[in-house]
Protein backbone atom coordinates (compact mmCIF):
# COMPACT_ATOMS: atom_id res chain seq x y z
CA UNK A 1 0.00 0.00 0.00
CA UNK A 2 1.55 4.00 -1.00
CA UNK A 3 2.14 6.32 1.55
CA UNK A 4 -0.93 8.39 0.25
CA UNK A 5 -3.21 5.25 0.58
CA UNK A 6 -2.11 4.53 3.84
CA UNK A 7 -2.72 8.35 4.92
CA UNK A 8 -5.93 8.09 3.13
CA UNK A 9 -7.52 4.79 4.36
CA UNK A 10 -6.65 5.52 8.09
CA UNK A 11 -8.83 8.37 7.79
CA UNK A 12 -11.65 6.96 5.76
CA UNK A 13 -11.26 3.41 5.89
CA UNK A 14 -13.18 1.85 2.79
CA UNK A 15 -13.53 4.79 1.43
CA UNK A 16 -12.03 5.22 -1.89
CA UNK A 17 -9.64 8.73 -3.45
CA UNK A 18 -8.04 9.33 -6.52
CA UNK A 19 -4.24 10.63 -4.98
CA UNK A 20 -1.25 11.24 -6.41
CA UNK A 21 1.90 13.08 -4.96
CA UNK A 22 5.21 14.35 -6.38
CA UNK A 23 7.95 15.76 -4.50
CA UNK A 24 9.83 19.12 -5.90
CA UNK A 25 12.86 21.77 -5.05
CA UNK A 26 10.34 24.73 -5.73
CA UNK A 27 8.51 24.55 -2.57
CA UNK A 28 10.34 26.28 0.09
CA UNK A 29 11.95 24.05 2.80
CA UNK A 30 9.57 21.42 3.91
CA UNK A 31 6.99 23.16 1.91
CA UNK A 32 3.61 21.32 1.15
CA UNK A 33 0.55 22.06 -0.51
CA UNK A 34 -2.50 19.81 -1.79
CA UNK A 35 -5.05 20.57 -5.10
CA UNK A 36 -8.62 18.79 -4.02
CA UNK A 37 -11.07 18.08 -6.82
CA UNK A 38 -14.48 17.32 -4.10
CA UNK A 39 -16.30 16.48 -7.62
CA UNK A 40 -14.22 13.38 -8.31
CA UNK A 41 -12.43 13.15 -5.14
CA UNK A 42 -9.29 13.64 -6.63
CA UNK A 43 -6.44 14.79 -4.28
CA UNK A 44 -2.68 16.06 -5.63
CA UNK A 45 -0.10 16.73 -3.25
CA UNK A 46 2.80 18.84 -4.03
CA UNK A 47 5.87 18.46 -1.13
CA UNK A 48 9.60 19.96 -1.55
CA UNK A 49 11.85 17.34 -1.86
CA UNK A 50 13.45 17.61 1.41
CA UNK A 51 10.47 15.29 2.51
CA UNK A 52 11.89 12.39 1.03
CA UNK A 53 14.26 11.51 3.85
CA UNK A 54 11.64 12.30 6.96
CA UNK A 55 10.29 8.80 8.25
CA UNK A 56 7.30 7.87 6.57
CA UNK A 57 4.74 8.06 9.60
CA UNK A 58 5.58 11.90 9.87
CA UNK A 59 5.13 11.87 6.48
CA UNK A 60 1.79 10.10 6.35
CA UNK A 61 0.34 12.91 9.38
CA UNK A 62 1.53 15.35 6.74
CA UNK A 63 -0.52 14.03 4.34
CA UNK A 64 -3.35 13.68 6.59
CA UNK A 65 -3.00 17.55 7.67
CA UNK A 66 -3.81 18.65 4.52
CA UNK A 67 -6.43 15.88 3.47
CA UNK A 68 -8.36 17.46 6.57
CA UNK A 69 -7.77 20.90 6.21
CA UNK A 70 -8.83 20.79 2.77
CA UNK A 71 -12.03 18.60 3.84
CA UNK A 72 -12.58 20.57 6.85
CA UNK A 73 -12.75 17.45 8.68
CA UNK A 74 -11.64 17.82 12.57
CA UNK A 75 -10.27 14.72 13.06
CA UNK A 76 -6.97 13.72 14.30
CA UNK A 77 -4.79 10.58 14.17
CA UNK A 78 -1.42 10.06 15.80
CA UNK A 79 0.52 10.38 12.67
CA UNK A 80 -0.66 13.93 12.75
CA UNK A 81 0.31 14.09 16.14
CA UNK A 82 3.90 12.97 15.12
CA UNK A 83 4.10 15.58 11.76
CA UNK A 84 3.02 18.59 13.83
CA UNK A 85 5.54 17.63 16.84
CA UNK A 86 7.74 17.29 14.31
CA UNK A 87 7.07 21.09 12.64
CA UNK A 88 7.54 22.24 16.02
CA UNK A 89 10.79 20.79 16.28
CA UNK A 90 12.63 21.30 13.03
CA UNK A 91 14.47 24.41 13.64
CA UNK A 92 16.96 22.73 15.51
CA UNK A 93 18.48 21.02 12.48
CA UNK A 94 18.34 24.23 10.26
CA UNK A 95 21.06 26.43 9.87
CA UNK A 96 21.52 29.39 10.81
CA UNK A 97 23.28 31.16 8.21
CA UNK A 98 20.87 34.06 7.43
CA UNK A 99 21.68 36.75 9.91
CA UNK A 100 21.58 40.56 9.45
CA UNK A 101 23.48 42.64 11.96
CA UNK A 102 20.87 44.87 12.92
CA UNK A 103 18.80 41.97 13.72
CA UNK A 104 20.52 40.37 15.63
CA UNK A 105 21.22 43.00 17.83
CA UNK A 106 17.42 43.35 17.72
CA UNK A 107 17.12 39.39 18.55
CA UNK A 108 19.69 40.05 21.70
CA UNK A 109 18.10 42.59 23.44
CA UNK A 110 14.84 41.43 23.27
CA UNK A 111 16.06 37.80 24.31
CA UNK A 112 18.10 39.10 27.48
CA UNK A 113 15.34 41.14 28.52
CA UNK A 114 11.96 38.94 27.85
CA UNK A 115 13.56 35.80 27.56
CA UNK A 116 16.20 35.30 29.66
CA UNK A 117 18.21 34.82 26.74
CA UNK A 118 16.74 31.41 26.49
CA UNK A 119 15.17 31.63 23.01
CA UNK A 120 17.55 29.97 20.27
CA UNK A 121 18.63 32.52 17.33
CA UNK A 122 16.64 31.82 14.39
CA UNK A 123 17.19 32.86 10.78
CA UNK A 124 16.84 36.81 10.99
CA UNK A 125 16.34 38.67 7.61
CA UNK A 126 14.81 41.92 6.12
CA UNK A 127 12.10 41.35 4.05
CA UNK A 128 10.47 44.04 1.61
CA UNK A 129 9.34 47.21 2.35
CA UNK A 130 5.59 46.06 3.54
CA UNK A 131 3.26 48.66 5.92
CA UNK A 132 0.79 45.03 6.03
CA UNK A 133 3.12 42.14 6.73
CA UNK A 134 5.66 43.62 9.49
CA UNK A 135 6.78 40.49 10.44
CA UNK A 136 6.31 36.64 10.15
CA UNK A 137 8.25 33.95 12.15
CA UNK A 138 8.29 30.70 9.76
CA UNK A 139 8.76 27.52 11.27
CA UNK A 140 10.09 25.00 8.74
CA UNK A 141 12.71 27.56 8.11
CA UNK A 142 13.21 28.79 11.04
CA UNK A 143 13.33 32.52 10.46
CA UNK A 144 12.22 35.52 11.35
CA UNK A 145 11.77 38.16 8.82
CA UNK A 146 10.99 41.85 9.98
CA UNK A 147 9.63 44.65 7.12
CA UNK A 148 12.34 47.01 5.69
CA UNK A 149 10.43 49.76 6.68
CA UNK A 150 11.46 49.44 9.84
CA UNK A 151 15.20 49.64 8.93
CA UNK A 152 16.18 52.75 10.82
CA UNK A 153 13.54 52.20 13.71
CA UNK A 154 15.42 50.46 16.38
CA UNK A 155 12.37 50.97 18.80
CA UNK A 156 9.69 49.31 16.93
CA UNK A 157 11.86 46.25 15.49
CA UNK A 158 12.02 45.23 18.80
CA UNK A 159 8.34 45.52 19.35
CA UNK A 160 7.91 43.11 16.06
CA UNK A 161 10.85 41.19 16.81
CA UNK A 162 9.19 40.32 20.48
CA UNK A 163 6.14 39.06 18.77
CA UNK A 164 7.79 37.33 16.44
CA UNK A 165 9.86 35.59 19.31
CA UNK A 166 6.75 34.70 20.97
CA UNK A 167 5.52 32.73 17.85
CA UNK A 168 9.11 30.51 17.77
CA UNK A 169 8.48 29.94 21.84
CA UNK A 170 4.61 29.23 21.94
CA UNK A 171 4.60 27.81 18.50
CA UNK A 172 0.97 27.02 17.60
CA UNK A 173 -1.89 24.38 18.31
CA UNK A 174 -2.88 22.07 16.18
CA UNK A 175 -6.24 21.60 14.59
CA UNK A 176 -8.75 22.39 11.49
CA UNK A 177 -7.59 25.61 11.74
CA UNK A 178 -3.51 26.26 13.11
CA UNK A 179 -3.91 28.85 15.63
CA UNK A 180 -0.78 30.93 16.15
CA UNK A 181 -2.72 33.84 18.81
CA UNK A 182 -3.98 32.08 21.22
CA UNK A 183 -5.35 33.83 24.44
CA UNK A 184 -1.98 32.92 26.66
CA UNK A 185 -0.10 34.68 23.19
CA UNK A 186 -2.22 37.59 23.22
CA UNK A 187 -1.78 37.68 27.15
CA UNK A 188 2.44 37.46 26.96
CA UNK A 189 1.94 40.04 24.08
CA UNK A 190 0.85 42.50 26.94
CA UNK A 191 3.73 41.99 28.69
CA UNK A 192 6.13 44.40 26.63
CA UNK A 193 7.22 47.20 27.97
CA UNK A 194 4.66 50.43 27.61
CA UNK A 195 2.87 47.98 25.48
CA UNK A 196 -0.29 50.44 24.83
CA UNK A 197 2.26 53.21 23.84
CA UNK A 198 3.99 51.54 21.95
CA UNK A 199 1.45 49.66 19.77
CA UNK A 200 -0.05 53.83 19.42
CA UNK A 201 3.73 54.95 18.32
CA UNK A 202 3.24 51.57 15.84
CA UNK A 203 0.28 52.71 14.34
CA UNK A 204 1.13 56.02 13.48
CA UNK A 205 4.53 55.11 12.06
CA UNK A 206 2.65 53.07 9.94
CA UNK A 207 -0.37 55.62 8.76
CA UNK A 208 2.75 57.69 8.05
CA UNK A 209 3.99 55.57 5.51
CA UNK A 210 0.70 54.39 3.74
CA UNK A 211 0.07 58.41 3.34
CA UNK A 212 3.63 58.55 1.64
CA UNK A 213 3.06 55.87 -0.47
CA UNK A 214 -0.27 57.14 -1.44
CA UNK A 215 0.97 60.47 -2.98
CA UNK A 216 4.52 59.01 -3.74
CA UNK A 217 6.84 60.64 -1.61
Known amino acids: MSITEKAFQE ?20 GANVSFNRTINKFHFKLNKKW ?3 DEDIRIGLLQELIC ?11 MDLYNSFIKNIHIAIPK ?5 KLKESFDRVNEKYFLGMVDMPNLVFGQNSTTSLGHYDFKTDAITISRIFEKRSDLIDL ?3 HEMLHKVHKFKAGLKMRYHSTKFRNAEKHYENYELMERELSKFLKGKRIRKLFGF
Open 52 to 54: RNV
Open 69 to 79: KVKKDKRRTFN
Open 97 to 101: DRVDE
Open 11 to 30: LYPGKEAEITIEYNGRLKSY
Open 160 to 162: VMY
